[in-house]
């Protein structure tokens, strides 16, 4: 599975964006799938991630009714919604593909459990 994030950019205080994540191979909608990110000199942390049926999902703490994650298996792609964005939000947003293709756990909020990961795209949020 090659996975490949886009839509990152500079937004202020209180916007919105949509992360995109195109993945290639058969294999897709058999993957749980997850957001994560890291900000200059943090570790990189869990965001969000959605079962295979996109039925499921789970967020971090700091991004619960805000961010919203979702797949479209047709089009092979995983979606991150993130409103009412704050300067905490600010990092390289990398989405990725679990490394099984087991029907459970629904989905995985630590990376160890993922094999696959896209290239990041840079979100700045503006105070």
């Known amino acids: 599975v090659q996975l490949q994030a886009f839509g990152g950019g500079l937004v202020q205080d209180g916007g919105s964006l949509r992360l995109s994540c195109a993945a290639s191979g058969p294999t897709f909608s058999s993957r749980a799938l997850g957001w994560f990110r890291q900000a200059p000199e943090k570790e990189r942390e869990f965001v969000a991630a959605?079962?295979?049926?996109?039925?499921?999902?789970g967020y971090a703490d700091s991004v619960k009714g805000r961010f919203t994650i979702s797949r479209d298996n047709g089009k092979n792609t995983m979606y991150l919604q993130m409103n009412s964005l704050k300067p905490d939000d600010t990092a390289v947003y990398y989405c990725a593909a679990a490394a099984s293709n087991s029907p459970r756990p629904d989905y995985y909020s630590r990376d160890i459990f993922y094999g696959y990961w896209g290239q990041g795209t840079l979100v700045t949020v503006s105070s």
């Open positions: 959605i079962s295979r049926s996109g039925a499921n999902a």
